[in-house]
């Protein structure tokens, strides 16, 4: 993961698709010891990514840009938002 302004980190998402065409997700945060936390609420429609991760207050709400599986948007937590890049 990208952060703009701030150099790069590692952020880990495991995203599932079962054959009812829900999905399933799993963070990481290798930096933080933070390790396959299940994400509470996921939605993805015309390529708009909503993720957002319960208790530990993160959320993500991007679109999928290019043909490179890359999404842009933006990472909220407690502490404020931050704008990055998730690609494959």
């Given amino acids: 993961m990208q ?5 790069r980190t ?7 698709r079962d054959a009812a065409g829900e ?3 799993y963070f ?8 396959y936390q299940k994400v509470e609420e996921i939605s993805f429609d015309n390529d ?7 208790p530990s207050g993160l959320d993500f709400n991007g679109k999928l840009t290019g043909d490179d599986l890359k999404f842009k948007g933006e990472w ?3 502490s404020g938002m931050l ?5 494959e």
């Fill in 48 to 54: 708009v990514i909503h993720i957002e991760t319960g």
């Fill in 23 to 25: 999905y399933t997700a």
């Fill in 10 to 16: 590692t952020f880990v998402l495991d995203l599932y």
């Fill in 28 to 35: 990481s945060l290798p930096y933080r010891g933070v390790r």
């Fill in 83 to 87: 704008k990055l890049r998730i690609k």
């Fill in 76 to 78: 909220n937590q407690y």
């Fill in 3 to 7: 952060v703009e302004g701030m150099g």
